[in-house]
């Protein structure tokens, strides 16, 4: 796990511009759970402000503004010296726009309508590429290593069979280790907050996670009743 989790601080601060309320508290949401600082803003003008205000270490910026587009407020806060790494929302056939938002310095895009993972993998990856202490992109906790490009699950040096749900969950519970975590706050996170089933899926995917994780070792992923789960070490 990286220091600034360790220490309790934000993995970096986004800046997350879009004219729609819902895309922005979703975005905003779910970049929270997964331990980034967020601020938001609906127009171009008022980006051009956070910016200067909360000194991001990234924007998500999307192309459409009621004001100025986002390739315009990029463009300024370039001419500005502000080297803020972007990652505009497009629409799925704006060509142009792409090309012209990566040459004015956009540092990738990605096409609404878009997943979350998706989107936050994009968001690492530039921040990997632009801060270099991000560089590595494994997270650790004892002898569980969860190599987020290879999208690989090690413990103990065996490498764990997991699906894309037992990946996402295990790498919740790890970058939240020693926490517990309400089965609300798995299922927003896991299930992209419109599942519409039952938190009872959340039992089940501790099982089929322990199964893997656990078997045969000191077991890490522990239940506090009538609270959640945690993912810490055993008590001796």
């Known amino acids: 796990m990286t220091s600034e989790r360790q220490n309790g601080k934000p993995e970096?601060?986004?800046l997350v511009v879009d004219d729609e309320a819902a895309i922005t508290d979703l975005v905003g949401l779910a970049?929270?759970?997964?331990?980034f600082e967020v601020a938001t803003a609906g127009t171009g003008r008022e980006a051009l402000s956070k910016a200067a205000e909360f000194a991001p270490d990234l924007a998500v910026l999307d192309v459409m503004l009621?004001?100025?587009?986002?390739?315009?407020?990029?463009?300024?806060?370039?001419?500005?010296?502000?080297?803020?790494?972007v990652v505009f929302l497009t629409a799925r056939d704006a060509t142009e726009d792409k090309i012209t938002g990566l040459t004015v310095g956009g540092d990738d895009y990605v096409t609404k309508p878009f997943s979350l993972d998706e989107l936050i993998a994009r968001i690492r990856a530039v921040l990997r590429r632009t801060r270099p202490e991000l560089e590595?992109?494994?997270?650790?906790?004892?002898?569980?290593?969860?190599?987020?490009?290879?999208?690989?699950?090690?413990?103990?040096?065996?490498?764990?069979?997991?699906t894309p749900t037992e990946f996402k969950l295990l790498r919740y519970l790890l970058v939240n280790a020693g926490r517990v975590m309400s089965k609300a706050q798995i299922l927003d996170h896991v299930w992209q907050y419109d599942f519409g089933g039952g938190d009872n899926v959340v039992e089940t995917y501790i099982s089929y996670l322990r199964k893997k994780v656990d078997r045969?070792?000191?077991?890490?992923?522990h239940t506090v009743r009538g609270v959640g789960y945690s993912l810490r070490l055993p008590k001796e």
């Open 12 to 14: 970096a601060r986004i």
């Open 216 to 221: 045969d070792r000191p077991p890490l992923i």
């Open 136 to 162: 590595d992109a494994r997270l650790e906790y004892s002898d569980l290593i969860i190599d987020e490009d290879a999208h690989e699950a090690r413990r103990s040096g065996a490498t764990l069979d997991l």
């Open 66 to 85: 009621p004001d100025y587009t986002g390739i315009e407020v990029c463009g300024r806060l370039r001419s500005q010296g502000v080297k803020l790494p």
């Open 31 to 35: 970049l929270r759970y997964e331990g």
